[in-house]
C-alpha cells in the first residue's frame, strides 16, 4: 500500500512516502514557519521528485490530534484538500500514536508519548513494543503530570518518552526516583513516518468524514465558556 503521510501537529512538519511499510522519502522542516506555508509545498515537491503522482497514492495518512490546535487545522485541511484533488481516501491517526513509533527498539520500556498541553496538563498515551506492533495501554488523554507518575510508581517499568513533552516528564520521573529514559532530540519530535507507520493496517475513509481530535476545548473555546458562565451567575 503506498501512503502519502502528513505531520503538523506541533513544532515540526514534515510528510512523507511509504510504501507497504518502508519508507521512500520524507521530508522534513523544524525552522518555526508557518505549517500552511510549508506543508503543501514539501508535499508537492516530494511527489514531483519521487516521479509520482497523486493518483498513485493509495491513501492519505494525516495526525488528526491531539497536538496544536491551529497545527492540527493545517494538517486536517491539507489532508482533505489532497484527498478531495487526487480522488483519494483518507486515514486519519492519533498523533501520540504516531509519535510512539519513534520508539522501536525498545521492548522493555513503556513507549510514553507526551505533549506539552499547557495550563498544568499533557496529552499522553503509552504502548508496548510487540514483535513489529505497537501495543497500546492507555488511551489518548489530558492529564496532569501528577497523574502519569501515579501510574508509573504503581507499573514498575520503566518509561521511553518522546514528544515536545518527554524532557518535562522525564525531569519529573527523576525527581521521583523513577526509572525512566529520555529520547534523543531528533526521536522526541512528531514526524510523517510514524503517521504512516500507525495507519497501517487501518481502514481508509472518505476524505469528507476526516476531523479533527483535539481531545479538549481551545483556549477561546474555555474563555467563551467562562464568560457564558459568568453571565448567568451574576
Not at 502519502?4 to 513544532?11: M, N
Not at 520503566?158 to 519529573?172: I, K, Q, S, T
Not at 495507519?199 to 481530535?213: H, I, Q, V
Request: net charge neutral.
Amino acid at each position: 500500500m503506498k501512503i502519502l503521510s502528513i505531520e503538523s501537529s506541533a513544532r515540526a512538519a514534515s510528510v512523507a512516502f511509504c510504501e507497504d511499510g518502508r519508507l521512500i522519502a520524507q521530508y522534513f522542516q523544524a525552522s518555526g514557519l508557518t505549517h500552511s506555508r510549508t506543508l503543501l509545498k514539501m508535499a508537492e515537491d516530494m511527489l514531483r521528485d519521487l516521479e509520482t503522482k497523486l493518483t498513485d497514492v493509495d491513501a492519505v495518512a494525516v495526525a488528526r490530534g491531539p497536538g496544536s490546535f491551529t497545527g492540527v487545522r493545517i494538517g486536517v485541511a491539507a489532508a482533505k484538500g489532497l484527498c478531495w484533488g487526487g480522488d483519494r481516501p483518507v486515514i486519519g491517526v492519533s498523533t501520540l500514536e504516531a509519535m510512539a513509533w519513534q520508539g522501536i527498539g525498545r521492548p522493555d520500556r513503556v513507549i510514553c508519548s507526551a505533549m506539552d498541553a499547557r495550563r498544568g496538563q499533557i496529552y499522553t498515551a503509552s504502548f508496548r513494543l510487540e514483535g513489529e506492533d505497537l501495543r497500546r495501554l492507555a488511551e489518548d488523554r489530558a492529564v496532569a503530570l501528577e497523574e502519569l507518575v501515579r501510574e508509573a510508581k504503581i507499573a514498575e517499568v520503566p518509561y521511553f518518552f518522546v514528544g515536545d513533552g518527554a524532557e518535562l516528564c522525564y525531569n519529573r520521573f527523576l525527581a521521583e526516583g523513577l526509572p525512566a529514559e529520555l529520547a534523543p532530540e531528533p526521536l522526541r519530535l512528531q514526524t510523517a513516518w510514524g503517521v504512516a507507520m500507525a495507519a497501517r493496517g487501518k481502514t481508509p475513509e472518505p476524505g469528507y468524514d476526516l476531523t479533527p481530535n483535539y481531545l479538549r476545548l481551545s483556549q477561546a473555546e474555555r474563555e467563551r465558556m467562562e464568560k457564558l458562565k459568568e453571565r448567568s451567575n451574576p
